[in-house]
């Protein structure tokens, strides 16, 4: 069993930075897991916005939709068993709670997107961006 745990959320205003950390613990594993952000919005569907794919033969494959590539930055540190989220440029869209997930290697980075994929999930950080 894994469990994770996010934490970093808070209040800023539009064109501001947070980062969110996830601590895991447990049967961890997470050097050679898929590793994924997601947030979710009132009243709206749960959105990929940031993973880590493990490529055996390049290690770390981050990947980004194009709603945060160029402003998050996604990373792992498996010493510490924990995977972290760097956000810069905010914007007000980017509200919502924030969740980090893990599940095994994707057969292609695309595949981090689907919410289907992963076994173990946290309970969630809300990030609020104001204008």
């Known amino acids: 069993q894994v469990r994770l745990e996010e934490s970093g959320g808070g209040s800023v205003q539009a064109g501001g930075s947070l980062t969110l950390s996830c601590a895991a613990s447990g049967r961890t594993y997470l050097r050679s897991s898929a590793m994924g952000w997601f947030r979710q919005a009132h009243e709206k569907e749960r959105e990929f916005v940031a993973g880590?794919?493990?490529?055996?033969?390049?290690?770390?494959?981050?990947y980004y939709p194009a709603s945060t590539r160029g402003r998050f930055t996604v990373s792992r540190d498996n010493a510490q068993d924990m995977f972290v989220l760097q956000m810069r440029r905010l914007r007000p869209e980017d509200t919502g709670v924030y969740y980090c997930?893990?599940?095994?290697?994707?057969?292609?980075?695309?595949?981090?997107?689907?919410?289907?994929?992963?076994?173990?999930w946290g309970r969630g950080t809300q990030v609020t961006v104001s204008s």
């Open positions: 997930a893990a599940g095994p290697p994707a057969p292609d980075s695309s595949a981090l997107s689907r919410p289907n994929r992963y076994d173990y």
């Open positions: 880590i794919n493990w490529d055996g033969l390049i290690g770390d494959a981050p």
